[in-house]
């Protein structure tokens, strides 16, 4: 059904690891082989094979207008042609600053880089320089890219691969890492308690997407604010998935919890290599070249990119956008669950502004072991049979899912009419 995807996968295996530059993308998890798209507009994609698709994973979070949303489209056409790159500072970057420092208070300043992952790894290289300690805390099955210190009992693809602690990282780098369970707030009080003094900052996704969709809940909040505080570590956000995708507050404006440092990426570039970190100016007056600590990069607010993010956010922060793109994100969940539902199929749901999360089994997880006991079969079986009726999920059990602004009834109403059949199709389908 998918020929030219099979020939270019093929081709691609035998000179990309993988056949991917990504490891998710391999559809490893779900089995069968990746589709390959050529192009994607609103809500809609189409492979190389002329199949169209609803697109639920809008590369991962960063389109939240759909793709090739045409101001975006038009403000990177425009940068382009006034040169791609100049290694110096551009006015773009001073109003993707204030934009950024007016739509999130707890940023007093702000510095962009080109992925999350370089914003986490430099927040947290901060927060060490900044503290004079080198212990930091995660939570397990976070994602926080792909640095040394946060490979440790990582989400996303690590946790799909079954590799959360990578391989090349070494014991006493991964040992200054601990990892403790999302949503428990005596081990957040006890590890304080065991390594007083020693902890530079604690991360998190404050709403975690990358074991599926779990919130924190307030207390958890409330008590990793009040600990970082008192025993003088720093509270790092890392926002990348939920920075202006769950609110335009992000997580940190709908929880009413102020971080010390936050990082961005995905929507703050919408699809191009964006990312950042910022919060209390005293920190992040520790950074090269006030500071002692060093963070650099030949690309960092490139204008292009920059272009892109800087049109994305003005419609993403306009009145209303998130009350709109939040109700029609929980009608899509709704009408998922009440067709597993009529199916007889455990099957629950949850989402937060215009991202979302799928469940096998009967209520939303609150934990990465709840997340755990989810069927994964189940969802395996889904994918492939909402792929053959022409819509894209993310290609794993362990992923949230997201929504545009160019989705509308008629997407839903298809994809409800998937999931009628992909819930009806016997297991061997
Ligand atoms: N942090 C979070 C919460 C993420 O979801 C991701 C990417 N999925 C990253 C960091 C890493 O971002 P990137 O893939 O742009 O390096």
Do not use: C, W
């Given at each position: 059904m998918r020929e030219r995807s099979r020939d270019l996968f093929e081709r691609s295996l035998a000179l990309i690891p993988g056949g991917v530059n990504s490891p998710v993308r391999a559809f490893a998890s779900v089995g069968g082989t990746p589709v390959f798209f050529r192009e994607g507009r609103g809500a809609r994609l189409t492979d190389v094979d002329g199949h169209e698709y609803i697109d639920y994973v809008g590369s991962w979070g960063p389109l939240i207008l759909g793709h090739a949303h045409p101001e975006v489209v038009a403000a990177v056409t425009a940068a382009a042609q006034k040169g791609l790159s100049f290694g110096a500072p551009t006015e773009l970057e001073l109003e993707m600053a204030e934009l950024l420092t007016r739509a999130l208070p707890s940023l007093e300043q702000v510095r962009l880089v080109s992925s999350g992952t370089e914003a986490v790894m430099s927040a947290l290289r901060l927060a060490r320089g900044f503290t004079g300690r080198s212990l930091l805390v995660k939570f397990e099955g976070c994602y926080h890219g792909h640095s040394d210190f946060l490979l440790v009992k990582a989400g996303s693809g690590a946790l799909t691969f079954g590799h959360p602690t990578s391989a090349g990282v070494p014991p006493e780098l991964a040992a200054q890492t601990l990892v403790l369970p999302y949503n428990d707030p005596a081990a957040v009080v006890e590890v304080f308690a065991r390594h007083p003094d020693q902890i530079a900052g604690i991360v998190l996704e404050p709403i975690a997407g990358n074991m599926n969709f779990v919130r924190p809940s307030m207390e958890f909040l409330r008590t990793l604010r009040e600990q970082c505080t008192k025993h003088g570590a720093l509270l790092v956000f890392d926002e990348v998935m939920t920075g202006f995708r769950v609110g335009a507050g992000s997580a940190?404006?709908?929880?009413?919890?102020?971080?010390?440092?936050?990082?961005?990426?995905?929507?703050?570039?919408?699809?191009?290599?964006?990312?950042?970190?910022?919060?209390?100016?005293?920190?992040?007056?520790?950074?090269?070249?006030?500071?002692?600590?060093?963070?650099?990069?030949?690309?960092?607010?490139?204008?292009?990119?920059?272009?892109?993010?800087?049109?994305?956010?003005?419609?993403?922060?306009?009145?209303?956008?998130?009350?709109?793109?939040?109700?029609?994100?929980?009608?899509?969940?709704?009408?998922?669950?009440?067709?597993?539902?009529?199916?007889?199929?455990?099957?629950?749901?949850?989402?937060?502004?215009?991202?979302?999360?799928?469940?096998?089994?009967?209520?939303?997880?609150?934990?990465?072991?709840?997340?755990?006991?989810?069927?994964?079969?189940?969802?395996?079986?889904?994918?492939?049979?909402?792929?053959?009726?022409?819509?894209?999920?993310?290609?794993?059990?362990?992923?949230?899912?997201?929504?545009?602004?160019?989705?509308?009834?008629?997407?839903?109403?298809?994809?409800?009419?998937?999931?009628?059949?992909?819930?009806?199709?016997?297991?061997?389908?």
């Open positions: 940190q404006g709908l929880f009413g919890i102020t971080p010390d440092l936050t990082t961005l990426g995905k929507v703050i570039g919408g699809g191009m290599p964006v990312g950042a970190f910022g919060g209390r100016r005293d920190v992040m007056a520790k950074l090269a070249p006030l500071g002692p600590v060093y963070q650099a990069g030949t690309l960092s607010g490139n204008p292009v990119a920059v272009s892109a993010g800087l049109a994305t956010l003005k419609r993403v922060l306009e009145p209303g956008f998130f009350d709109k793109l939040g109700r029609a994100t929980k009608s899509l969940v709704e009408g998922l669950v009440r067709e597993a539902k009529a199916a007889g199929i455990p099957f629950s749901g949850d989402s937060e502004g215009a991202m979302f999360g799928l469940f096998f089994r009967a209520s939303p997880p609150a934990s990465f072991a709840e997340v755990m006991q989810s069927d994964r079969e189940a969802f395996n079986r889904f994918f492939h049979a909402m792929l053959d009726r022409g819509v894209y999920l993310a290609p794993s059990a362990y992923e949230a899912g997201f929504v545009s602004s160019a989705h509308g009834p008629a997407d839903f109403e298809a994809t409800f009419a998937a999931a009628r059949q992909a819930f009806a199709a016997p297991r061997s389908s």
